[in-house]
């Protein structure tokens, strides 16, 4: 299959049919329906023509008059052409132009093919804009490609260099991070079992139990589907450390899907019992698939609102309880790029309501002496630290061990009187993630 024609079907079924980025990728690519050698350039294509899309519409909005009177296959052609001639260096300009001629006219006609060639001969005149003039928010939403309020957010509460290396950050493709399933295999193992199949992967600095893929394909390898491994970003597996589930206990994920720390947990319990709630009856089967590809026992899981979970439970029943709470998402956006364009600020607007709910019906739920962790893949405050404060309120301490479970790397950066953990995307290379524990007394 001709690669970009691959991208730009992708492009089109995420930006047009709503697909999430991720699952529309991944589905490709476990077709195998591309040589192994253009993987790479796929997946660059698409995501980086989604991440940059901002940047892509500004300069193409003096040369496109009418967007909604084309085809609907041209503005996402265009756009993924622009970004090849900004953003791919190795690739010539005339080799851009060719490939996107071809495929204009192959899908509109002669006319479409002649409107596409005119487009990017102008833009390759013009060159890139010049954007030194604008003021800092403006210009880093356009050349970062950000939305304007996240932009201005993000340097109200972080600043102008931090807001700006994160947005850089956010356009650059995303390491592959997995997690090994230690019930069933070493971490030295699958490293070298990676190996014989063409997949160089290293320790992961965050992890005992990930592994960061430096080159090779591994969602191509049966160890997936074995249960040997699953995709998972790095910061996402601190949480296993932080809840610490042990062997003989009964632990609560309340908002479990699509199941990865709920798995993780799972694999450290070795013997003890997990519920994992989601609100989807179609997602709570999901979790049911992992553990049994996972081969985990002792999980259950049901199709649950984790604000109805009092109705569900006795009081005081649970040991551990994870309440990784429905977010923003946005600490994501490098592995997610569509997410920028999805979120809308007021939509947003209602979720620190949500996840309060959610804390009030599980609190009673925690057993004196237990722990809570709460989590998010967000790194705004008002869906982290304000919720923390939040659950500090309602008669949980801070659980001071939490710095001793965490990784040595990860200590330096928590607060000596707080046992939380705020990792921006710049911290290490992961997603923007936000991780707290609490204490219920005895």
């Given amino acids: ?22 699952i529309a990728v991944n589905d490709l690519l476990k077709q195998k ?9 796929y997946t660059e294509l698409v995501y980086g023509t989604l991440g940059r899309k901002r940047t892509l519409d500004y300069i193409l909005e003096k040369r496109v008059q009418n967007p909604k009177k084309l085809d609907r296959f041209v503005l996402p052609l265009l756009r993924m052409s622009v970004y090849q001639l900004f953003y791919l260096d190795k690739i010539p300009d005339r080799a851009v132009l060719h490939e996107a001629v071809e495929i204009a006219k192959k899908r ?10 005119g487009v990017l001969r102008n833009v390759i005149r013009d060159g890139f804009p010049d954007l030194s003039t604008l003021p800092d928010a403006e210009r880093i939403a356009i050349e970062h ?27 650059e493709p995303a390491p592959v991070t997995v997690r090994v399933n230690r019930q069933r295999v070493t971490v030295e193992e699958m490293i070298e079992r990676l190996a014989e199949v063409d997949v160089v992967a290293s320790r992961s600095q965050l992890s005992a139990d990930g592994l960061v893929i430096e080159s090779g394909n591994v969602h191509s390898t049966a160890f997936i589907d074995m249960g040997l ?8 597996m601190i949480v296993a450390d932080a809840l610490q589930a042990g062997k003989a206990e009964r632990v609560l994920d309340a908002c479990a899907a699509p199941g990865g720390k709920a798995m993780h947990t799972a694999e450290r319990m070795d013997g003890g019992t997990l519920v994992a709630l989601d ?11 992992q553990a049994k590809r996972l081969h985990i026992d002792g999980v259950t899981a049901l199709a649950l609102d984790a604000r109805q979970a009092g109705d569900q439970f006795e009081p005081e029943s649970f040991d551990r309880i994870l309440l990784d709470v429905p977010c923003s998402g946005l600490g994501v956006i490098r592995r997610k790029p569509d997410i920028k364009w999805t979120k809308d600020k007021s939509a947003l607007a209602g979720l620190p309501k949500v996840q309060r709910e959610i804390i009030d019906a599980v609190l009673p739920l925690l057993k004196r002496g237990g722990t809570l962790v709460y989590s998010t893949c967000t790194i705004d405050p008002t869906e982290n630290e304000q919720q923390a404060d939040y659950i500090l309120s309602n008669g949980l301490t801070w659980d001071e061990t939490l710095q001793d479970r965490l990784p040595q790397v990860l200590r330096p950066m928590m607060s000596s009187d707080r046992a939380e953990l705020k990792l921006l995307p710049t911290s290490f290379g992961t997603d923007g993630f936000y991780i707290a524990a609490f204490k219920k007394e005895v």
């Avoid at 299959?1 to 991720?22: C, F, H, P, W």
């Avoid at 609100?279 to 698939?289: D, G, Q, T, V």
Wanted: glycine share 8%.
């Fill in 1 to 22: 299959m001709n690669v970009r024609v691959a991208a730009l079907d992708t492009l089109i079924k995420i930006e047009q049919g709503g697909a999430y980025s991720t």
């Fill in 33 to 41: 329906k591309l040589a192994t050698k253009d993987v790479g350039l």
């Fill in 108 to 117: 509109g006609h002669s006319g479409t093919g002649k409107f596409v060639n």
């Fill in 145 to 171: 490609s950000h939305p304007d309020w996240l932009v201005a957010e993000w340097v109200e509460t972080y600043g102008v260099e931090a807001t700006e290396a994160m947005c850089k950050l956010n356009n």
């Fill in 229 to 236: 491994l699953s995709i998972q970003d790095e910061s996402s």
């Fill in 279 to 289: 609100l989807h009856p179609h997602k709570a089967k999901l979790i049911e698939r």
